[in-house]
Every structure is written in structure tokens, then in C-alpha cells.
């Protein structure tokens, strides 16, 4: 089973910056995607950002692309979100999840239902 666990959210105000981390237990499959997702209160999961960990290819969503960066350090099983000029629209709970990479396309990488494994979020607040 894959674990995953999300740290570094917090409260800033707009324009700082955070770095979100996801620590898994281990990547299980030769080539996984891992992507971030992001949930505020009456609202459904948001694709944010994806990354192939085996090639390094990424996917952002257009509201933020050219703020947030994905990367990952497969030493220690770690994917980062790196989250640039903060806007008090990027509010939310951000979650890390883990899928197997059979062919996924750009459109799915940032699509909840592809994914099976999630961690248990962390908050992020930007006030303005």
C-alpha cells in the first residue's frame, strides 16, 4: 500500500510563497504519477499539478501555471509544490495523491478519479 502525508501548509498573505511536501511510503510501480489537488468547502477537487516521477514530465492547471512548481527527490520519496505569488484564491485543502502511469494523458493527469492513493491534506490560507 502506498501512504502518502502532506506538510507545509499554512497562513500567509498574497504574494508570498509555500512549499507543500508529500512523503510516500514508497513509489510502487516503475512509472507513477503523483499529482496535487486542492478542495475549499462546497466545492468539488481541483486539479493543480501532476508529475511523471519516473521522467519528470509535468501537467498545472491554467490558474496555476507560472506560480506553482512540482517536483519530486525520489531519495527520500518526496514530491514537492513549490507555490509562488500566492492569491487569496489558492485558499484551500491541498492533497497529494499517487497513481500507476499506464498511458495517463495531460487531461487526466489532473483528474481526481484517476487516482487511487490520497493523503490527508494540509491547509493552506492566503489572506489579501
Known amino acids: 500500500q502506498v501512504h502518502l502525508v502532506e506538510s507545509g501548509g499554512g497562513s500567509v498573505q498574497a504574494g508570498e510563497s509555500l512549499r507543500l511536501s508529500c512523503v510516500a511510503s514508497?513509489?510502487?510501480?516503475?512509472?507513477?504519477?503523483m499529482g496535487w489537488f486542492r478542495q475549499t468547502p462546497g466545492n468539488e477537487l481541483e486539479g493543480v499539478a501532476a508529475?511523471?516521477?519516473?521522467?519528470?514530465?509535468?501537467r498545472y492547471s491554467d490558474s496555476v501555471r507560472g506560480r506553482f512548481t512540482i517536483s519530486q527527490d525520489n531519495a527520500k520519496n518526496t514530491v514537492y509544490l513549490q507555490m509562488n505569488s500566492l492569491k487569496p484564491g489558492d485558499t484551500a485543502m491541498y492533497y497529494c495523491?499517487?497513481?500507476?502511469?499506464?498511458?495517463?494523458?495531460?487531461?487526466?493527469?489532473?483528474?481526481?478519479?484517476?487516482?487511487?492513493?490520497w493523503g490527508q491534506g494540509t491547509q493552506v490560507t492566503v489572506s489579501s
Open positions: 508529475l511523471l516521477t519516473s521522467g519528470g514530465s509535468t
Open positions: 514508497k513509489f510502487t510501480t516503475p512509472r507513477t504519477v
Open positions: 495523491a499517487a497513481a500507476p502511469d499506464f498511458g495517463m494523458t495531460a487531461m487526466q493527469a489532473l483528474d481526481p478519479d484517476e487516482y487511487k492513493f
